[in-house]
């Protein structure tokens, strides 16, 4: 029906078959069936045809609007259905990460057919987790990472501040070699190359051992690209020299649930981690 309607509101717009067939595609002997068969199912007479023209009948004039009407009815109905099966990745990530998640969601979304991405904020133990209930597609983890899970995409981010009390006394900078009879907090115990003694702090939890450098317990070596998004007075951040020491991070997820989607999202962060 929805076929026949569509022919209806097309002759009825242009008053002629010839020319509604043009716009729709078909043949005139195709639209005049379908006129035929709309007026069959209705019991009304829609237009008026003479040799000189064609118009609207009071019965057709009359449905023209409700045919409109559901026709863009049908039209809303097909974009919701196509909305709802749209595929949607739920990636997981680290603050560390997280402009590279915005650029990830940017490129996707530029993608034709975009896809749609949510992010969702989780260190490594989360991560790990929402990745085995299923409740994420992908995850940005810290490596190594377990070994159930298939990873690709890594990248490094270097070590090259110290997060210390505001009123400590270094100030400027700090050699590596300073570190050593210092107390340094550790996140996951990834940092075993650097001198000093080692307490070791939540994986990817910056915002708690940042509470502990500044109540004095020690300090943390922490990358930039952390430092830079942290606004506090009662941390100082100096550049750390000379200990070529990095954190690996890199896209994890479950083997077994590969899909288009899944994909697609691999060679998103291949892509972004390329042009940064």
């Not at 004039?61 to 009815?73: F, I």
């Amino acid at each position: 029906m929805i076929k026949e309607i569509q022919c209806f509101t097309r002759v009825a717009g242009r008053l002629s078959f010839s020319r509604a067939a043009a716009d729709l595609g078909m043949s005139q002997p195709a639209v005049s069936q379908a006129i035929t068969r709309l007026e069959k199912a209705l019991h009304l007479q829609l237009f008026e045809r003479t040799a000189r023209e064609v118009r609207l009948t009071p019965a057709g004039d009359a449905l023209l609007a409700q045919a409109e009407q559901v026709l863009a009815a049908m039209s809303g109905f097909t974009e919701e259905a196509a909305r709802l099966t749209q595929s949607v990745i739920h990636l997981a990530y680290p603050s560390i990460a997280g402009a590279l998640a915005a650029r990830i969601v940017r490129r996707l979304s530029a993608r034709s057919p975009a896809l749609a991405v949510e992010l969702r904020p989780a260190g490594r133990g989360a991560a790990h987790r929402a990745l085995d209930e299923g409740r994420v597609s992908a995850a940005i983890v810290a490596f190594p990472a377990p070994v159930r899970f298939t990873t690709g995409a890594r990248f490094h981010v270097s070590v090259d501040r110290l997060a210390v009390p505001a009123d400590h006394p270094w100030r400027n900078r700090v050699l590596a070699e300073q570190l050593a009879g210092q107390d340094l907090l550790v996140p996951g115990g990834r940092l075993a190359g650097l001198p000093g003694r080692h307490r070791q702090v939540a994986e990817d939890d910056f915002a708690a051992a940042l509470d502990l450098v500044a109540a004095g317990v020690g300090m943390l070596p922490i990358p930039q690209l952390v430092a830079r998004t942290v606004r506090r007075e009662d941390v100082r951040f100096v550049p750390l020299e000379g200990a070529e020491t990095r954190l690996t991070y890199g896209l994890a997820w479950r083997g077994e649930k590969v899909t288009p989607a899944l994909m697609a999202l691999v060679q998103a962060v291949q892509e972004a981690l390329w042009t940064r």
